[in-house]
């Protein structure tokens, strides 16, 4: 099974391009929406521990976990050491049922792939990228984003530029929705003779 690890900054269409993934018929686990699971599920107990008043109804309240992670690199590092072993373990599952399936490629779609390692983990990188000032147009759209929020979370995320030297594979979500849709047909040619991995 070859495994592609999808990742990408904040506003580079990320998930519009992982939609593609599953248009073509990929299986895609989506790190950011496990870890919301997880906010709800497992995580609880161990996050409202570690950063106590996060917890609401018996759910992680994201906004006042963000509260306590703004500025504070250890409070993150922190909160990374409970919540990334869980992530892994739902994403192996992933792995071994879809490998049981006789899957022939699937995507892993990880924003912080880079920044926690998870490059190892895969066979190959796809970055989604587009230029600086169309992503900031992006996400300055979204509600309750300022460019000073904006600014705090590129800084927790590895510069583009360094992303796109280190991936395998780009593509530039900055053209039109079928040109990123004919990029990701496009790569998924290219790996489908490649040698992947045996998941057990």
């Known amino acids: 099974m070859f495994i592609l690890g999808l990742t ?14 599953r248009e073509a018929g990929v299986p895609v686990h989506d790190s ?3 870890v919301h699971r997880l ?10 521990a570690a950063f106590p008043g996060t917890a609401v109804d018996g759910k992680i309240d994201r906004a006042r976990l963000s509260a306590q992670l703004v500025g ?15 992530v892994r373990a739902v994403s192996q599952r992933f792995m071994q049922e879809h490998a049981a399936r006789g899957a022939r490629t699937i995507v892993l779609d990880i924003p912080l792939l880079f920044e ?3 490059e190892k983990n895969v066979d190959a990188v796809v970055v989604v990228s587009a230029p ?5 147009a992006r996400v300055l759209s979204r509600p309750g984003i300022t ?8 800084a927790r995320q590895m510069p583009d530029a360094e992303k796109r030297a280190r991936a395998h594979f780009i593509v530039d979500s900055s053209r039109s929705f079928d040109s990123a849709r004919t990029q990701v047909h496009g790569i998924l040619r290219a790996v489908i003779a490649l040698p992947g991995r045996r998941i057990s």
């Open 8 to 21: 990408g900054s904040i506003g580079m269409g990320k998930s519009t391009t992982a939609r593609f993934f």
């Open 132 to 136: 600086a000032d169309v992503q900031r």
């Open 147 to 154: 460019a000073e929020r904006l600014n705090a979370l590129l």
């Open 39 to 48: 906010y709800e599920g497992e995580a609880v107990a161990p996050v409202e």
């Open 116 to 118: 926690t390692g998870g």
């Open 32 to 34: 950011d929406a496990v």
């Open 72 to 86: 504070n690199p250890d409070a993150i590092k922190r909160l990374e050491a409970i919540v990334h072993p869980l």
